[in-house]
């Protein structure tokens, strides 16, 4: 599921917002 995840980060960064993983 780590390409989920990687997909998820890239929406959040392409938005302008930080990665919602701490």
Known sequence: ??????YLQ???QAMGRAPFST
């Open 10 to 12: 890239s929406l959040h």
């Open 1 to 6: 599921m780590g390409q989920i995840v990687h």
